[in-house]
């Protein structure tokens, strides 16, 4: 049978997180430990899973991509798939597969099954699996204190084609994988309903999650094996300690939760963790991979040699720099604004859906265009060169998602309105040519300077015409460890030298 | 290219007193100066042959109507001219070329905007246009990128721009018609509040109302109108289009405006003018920002690049000083009703040549330039007008 394994993997942390005491504080009730991490309000699962999705392609040509499959219990639109999004983000070929896999929690593990059976059945050799999700807890609930939003993604790929691209091998061989499929009323939403409900607790943990994650965990355990890696996500510590127990699995085996640093972060946690795991995991070891809800899934993996001559070659993503390169929101005003718990009525913002499509190559995938006649990169494209003029056709040009701040102002004025938070907006030089004007997002406005050295990540930008306008945004490009706490309300005006 | 030098002559000029004129629309405005600018001339309304008028803003009048309605003028062409906030200064343009053409006798150019009328902060937003994804900076935004680059490179600083903002707003005091007529401490426009950094509120023109008009004939008729011998000659006019997407371009340095180099040395060669810094006796330049007006020393010649505030500091832009820029208060004071600005700037240098400004009046004036900027540095429109007798 045709060997199926990970050839990359990649994981996104949203930059902000809320110290649970705040939430606490808010609501004048316990508070839970640690923090959790908040997606900006231009961020989505979308989003979120499209910056997992190009660190774990980072090294795979995107026209070997055979296969996008998202899985989320918050996709953006009810009625339109984000893996052909996230597809063409990634710039993949239009004779591929996706494929959107939502209301369950367990889409990210179910997505793995999938994606390596059809690789098994011959008819893709590389598929990317993404998860992300940022779910909403009601306020003053324990689930607003204990969800966290983050975004995980895998490329799974034939042992064949890691061979024939120049790899000795998979960094990761998935062994086996099984499933269950169970019903019980545990954690829910509609369509009319914003806040996830749920059944009582208790009884779904012990009769619907942990049964469900033992009996799937057990099916790819049967030869008795012990996995010297255990990623089990978890409603919550305690969940995850009784299922480990029931399956005899040594603590010190178990994968962190992130509970404390990110929080639950539903779908994507298999992936999240996994991305944890693998940053510690030598060859021989054992890894085994649970997603629960309404049913589970699980999946036995072995790591191989490959996998650090991976790790030197960018493919293989890492967690903890994510988790520790963050800044602290000041209040829980600040979380309920980009949660839009409470939202300003603001000038809605304009958009054309045909316009919108018709740019698509450059707002998606990022191309720009480089002068046949003097060779400038240059963004946007157009019929002819801005620089010397040049009728075109013109080359079409990748742009680099990384450069330095050319200059900058922090705009108080949107749209006939004075904002106390402004919007820095940026002049970025791009590596390798190219030059992009741009929001910064992420960051304090104070932070800001001329060479500062930004990525580009993808956000979405506004609903104008009442669909996600998807685009680029700038933020500093930052170094493991560094953060920032973000400025009081109000604060407003500063900068540096003010 | 022959031109349009010594071919043209301004009449007559008129302009409403700039502020925020909730009780007037733009009818009232456009009125008010063009009646004026009639006056001045010594003509009737109906001795006027064809219209311009600058207009920018979708909500003030969607065609030439924008000033054959308000006056009444029918039966005759009248086109609304747009190019960004050098709109203005556009429309007096087309009607000098008019004249230049002899085909048109008496040219009316006039501008108008009423911006209090949309509320907000800032310039009105612009709904239904523009790119669902490409930025929408605010104005003063796109002149703060340039700000933030110089800073970088000269070393400049807020109270660099602070200096603008003081020396416009002590020149403004002494202006009937200007919106702020107060005087300013370089503390005080530093400590303004931010609107787009580094710029603060005293860095940036106010949004107000107006309007301005302009009387064009050909020298020979101007001779005998109100003014006879003491007509004023246009020298030069020419106008410079660059992108509107400035902060993509690659070769944009940000540390000046290519629309006004352009504009520039055009206008100067038209006119013969060799050394502006010498040869021009006052200027009237787009002072939208603080920062603009720097770099416009810089673009237009009077100082070297990197020189502007060197040239600021010592006082040579102040009245009495080698070169005075914006004696009038300009943007800063008279705040920038769009479509209307280009065209103060002549009726402005007009007076100024004459001898008969309404605010600081600079001596032994026989060179002026007025200078129009609009969009992110995009477009510019640069004239020079001449004394009848030199």
Not at chain 2, 15 to 22: A, V
């Amino acid at each position: 049978m045709t060997e199926v394994g990970i050839f990359g993997i990649g994981a996104y942390v949203p930059y902000w997180r809320l110290d649970r005491s705040i939430i606490g504080r808010a609501w004048g009730i316990p508070a839970m430990r640690g923090e959790r991490a908040v997606a900006s309000a231009d961020e989505d699962a979308l989003t979120m899973a499209v910056e997992a999705a190009l660190e774990a392609t980072a090294g795979v040509s995107p026209a070997d991509i055979d296969g996008v499959i998202f899985a989320s219990t918050t996709a953006p639109y009810r009625e339109k798939q984000s893996a052909a999004t996230i597809a063409t983000v990634l710039d993949c070929r239009k004779d591929i597969l996706t494929i959107d896999l939502g209301d369950s929690l367990r889409g990210a593990t179910t997505a793995i099954r999938i994606a390596c059976d059809t690789i098994r059945a011959g008819s893709a050799s590389v598929v990317v699996v993404c998860a992300a999700d940022m779910r909403q807890g009601e306020p003053e609930s324990a689930y607003e204190q204990m969800f966290g939003d983050a975004g995980g993604a895998v490329v799974l790929a034939s042992a064949e084609w890691a061979t024939g691209h120049g790899f000795a091998s998979l960094p990761v061989r998935v062994l086996t994988a099984a499933g269950v499929a169970d019903e019980i009323i545990g954690p829910w939403r509609d369509e009319s309903q914003r806040y996830v409900r749920s059944f009582e607790a208790k009884v779904d943990t012990q009769f619907g999650y942990a049964k469900q994650a033992v009996a799937a965990a057990s099916r790819v355990l049967d030869h008795g094996r012990k996995p010297s890696k255990a990623v089990i996500p978890a409603p919550d510590p305690r969940a995850q300690a009784a299922v480990a127990s029931k399956l005899d699995i040594p603590r010190e085996t178990l994968q962190d939760l992130y509970f404390d640093t990110i929080g639950n972060t539903g779908t994507a946690a298999p992936l999240v963790m996994l991305a944890g795991a693998l940053e510690t995991a030598a060859a021989g070891d054992t890894v085994l991979v649970v997603g629960a809800g309404d049913g589970a899934d699980a999946i036995l993996m072995e790591v191989s040699p490959a996998l650090e001559k991976a790790r030197g070659s960018g493919t293989i993503g890492t967690l903890t720099p994510k988790i520790q390169a963050r800044g602290q929101l000041a209040s829980y005003e600040s979380y309920a604004r980009s949660r839009r718990l409470v939202e300003r009525e603001r000038a809605p913002m304009w958009s054309s859906a045909v316009t919108y499509w018709r740019d698509i190559p450059m707002e998606l995938p990022l191309y720009g265009m480089t002068c046949r006649q003097c060779g400038t990169v240059q963004y946007p494209t157009g019929r002819r060169c801005m620089e010397c003029s040049a009728p075109g056709p013109h080359e079409q040009t990748k742009l680099a998602r990384r450069g330095r701040v050319f200059t900058f102002t922090l705009d108080h004025l949107v749209l006939g309105e004075y904002w106390n938070e402004p919007k820095p907006r940026a002049v970025v030089d791009l590596k390798g040519g190219g030059r992009l004007f741009c929001e910064l997002t992420d960051c304090d406005p104070s932070e800001v300077t001329v060479e500062m050295p930004v990525e580009l990540t993808f956000r979405c930008l506004h609903e104008g015409a009442g669909f996600r306008n998807y685009y680029w945004k700038g933020r500093p490009l930052r170094t493991p460890g560094a953060g920032g706490s973000e400025p009081a309300v109000g604060a407003g005006t500063s900068a540096k030298g003010s | 290219m022959p031109g349009i030098k010594d071919r043209v002559a301004v009449a007559g000029v008129g302009y409403t007193r700039y502020g925020e004129r909730w009780e007037s629309d733009a009818e009232d405005l456009l009125v008010e100066a063009v009646d004026e600018a009639c006056a001045d001339a010594g003509i009737e309304q109906s001795d006027i042959d064809a219209i311009w008028v600058g207009i920018f803003y979708p909500f003030s009048g969607m065609a030439g109507t924008g000033a054959a309605d308000p006056l009444k003028i029918f039966g005759k062409p009248a086109t609304r001219v747009e190019n960004y906030c050098a709109s203005g200064m556009d429309a007096f343009r087309n009607a000098c070329y008019a004249v230049a053409s002899g085909v048109v006798d008496v040219a009316l150019a006039c501008g108008v905007e009423k911006i209090t009328d949309q509320g907000g902060t800032g310039l009105p937003a612009i709904g239904g246009r523009g790119h669902p994804v490409m930025p929408t900076p605010s104005a003063p935004a796109m002149f703060a990128l340039a700000a933030t680059r110089s800073f970088h490179v000269h070393g400049w600083t807020k109270e660099d721009l602070a200096q603008v903002a003081v020396k416009n707003h002590a020149n403004g005091v002494h202006h009937p018609k200007a919106h702020f007529r107060r005087a300013i401490t370089v503390e005080q426009a530093v400590s303004a509040p931010i609107v787009a950094w580094p710029l603060g509120r005293f860095d940036c023109c106010a949004v107000s109302d107006g309007a301005a008009a302009v009387i064009i004939t050909r020298p020979e008729t101007a001779k005998n109108l109100a003014h006879a011998d003491d007509f004023v000659r246009v020298k030069a006019n020419a106008l410079a289009v660059h992108t509107a997407w400035p902060m993509f371009k690659s070769s944009m340095d940000y540390l000046g405006f290519p629309a006004t180099r352009d504009a520039a040395a055009l206008a100067y060669e038209e006119a013969g003018v060799k050394d502006p810094a010498r040869e021009i006796s006052f200027a009237e330049v787009h002072d939208c920002f603080t920062i603009t007006e720097i770099l416009n020393y810089q673009d237009l010649g009077f100082c070297k690049e990197g020189e502007g505030v060197h040239l600021l500091r010592e006082g040579q832009t102040s009245p009495g000083g080698s070169i005075p820029v914006n004696v009038s208060g300009g943007l800063k004071c008279f705040g920038h009703p769009i479509g209307s600005t280009g065209c103060r700037m002549i009726v402005e240098s007009t007076k100024q040549l004459q001898g008969r400004a309404d605010g600081v009046q600079v001596a032994d004036a026989t060179l002026g330039l007025a200078h129009n900027l609009g969009g992110p540095g995009a477009v510019c429109s640069v004239t020079i007008l001449g004394r009848n007798d030199v």
